[in-house]
């Protein structure tokens, strides 16, 4: 069953412009097949892969499996009654390919999750702590802030209740939390509150991705970096209410968004799932009126 996130690939008009970008961000890039594909620093792993069409469109997911469970994951496709079916163009073969409820190709890949970049541990002297002893902080800040790991991306659907129902009873993802009516964040057992989830809308679509940088102080950077290099203004500074992560966004260049996080929950089997009426963040300025427009074609 599901045991994390891969990588997620996008269909854009302009590879130029999408490299650009996510250089800024802070991703490393490359080409691959024809594509582009985005890496984390100090990560052998692919997290964004990026194929040129005439829109921004979602192309594909890709999840890692739990080792061992490629049979039952094969036999719950069959119970399904979901076929696999062969990689759309512009993806790589590997693995077992299937389209989720909303049609949206899903790549199932038998293979463990590459290491992140090693980070150092970050000592604070806040409330009861005094960890940090004989050091000034600002001289270490901006030491390490690059992305670390692509940690979740959250769709638009205009069926949740289905496409939780396919990840949760086919793929082995469970429910995290839900904002009623809104949002559904799904996790894959121990570890980070949520790696996948959807957001409600009209019809399907990416609303946005999130990388894992090693503290608040790197997301902060990480905004001033975009804004030094002209990039629009995004969201945040802030700390969301459902995962508690600090985040910042910024808008990318076909309507979506793009995340860096720190500090989010790390959940045990022991979670339970919670139904919640509560805005996004629990403060910070409130997110633009653009942050839930699906800007993608209904098709
Ligand atoms: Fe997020």
């Known amino acids: 069953m599901i045991s994390g996130l891969h990588h997620y690939a996008l269909e854009v008009p302009d ?30 792993q692919e997290q964004v892969r990026l194929v040129q069409a005439p829109h921004k469109r979602l192309h594909h997911v890709s999840f890692t499996l739990s080792p061992g469970t490629l049979d039952s994951v094969r036999e719950a496709l069959d119970r399904a009654a ?12 590997d693995g077992v390919w299937i389209r989720d409820p909303d049609g949206t190709p899903v790549q199932l890949l038998d293979e463990a999750p590459a290491p992140p970049r090693p980070a150092e541990e970050v000592l604070f002297n806040v409330g009861g702590s005094r960890q940090r002893i004989g050091v000034a902080q600002w001289t270490q800040a901006t030491e390490d802030v690059l992305p670390r790991r692509l940690g979740h991306t959250l769709l638009f659907t205009a069926q949740p209740q289905q ?63 975009m804004r030094t290099r002209g990039r629009e203004a995004g969201w945040g500074l802030g700390r969301h209410t459902i995962g508690s992560n600090f985040f910042h966004y910024n808008p990318d260049p076909w309507g979506s968004w ?33 942050f839930l427009a699906n800007q993608e074609p209904a098709s």
């Not at 650009?20 to 984390?40: I, P, R």
């Not at 959940?267 to 799932?273: E, K, M, R, Y």
């Open 15 to 44: 590879l130029a412009v999408a490299e650009g970008f996510l250089q800024d961000f802070g991703l490393e890039t490359g080409e691959k097949d024809g594509s582009l594909v985005a890496l984390c620093p100090g990560r052998n």
């Open 163 to 225: 496409m939780t129902d396919f990840y949760t009873q086919v793929l082995g993802l469970r429910v995290s939390d839900r904002i009623k009516g809104l949002v559904t964040f799904l996790n894959s057992g121990p570890g980070d509150h949520h790696i996948f989830g959807f957001i409600a809308s009209t019809h399907r679509g990416f609303h946005h991705a999130s990388f894992e940088v090693p503290s608040i102080d790197a997301i902060a950077i990480g905004a001033d970096r």
């Open 82 to 93: 979901t076929p696999v079916i062969e990689p759309p163009a512009g993806a790589t073969e």
């Open 258 to 290: 793009i995340e860096w996080f720190s500090d989010i929950d790390q959940i045990d089997d022991c979670w339970v799932a919670g139904d919640w009426e509560v805005p996004p963040h629990l403060w910070g300025a409130p997110p633009p009126a653009a």
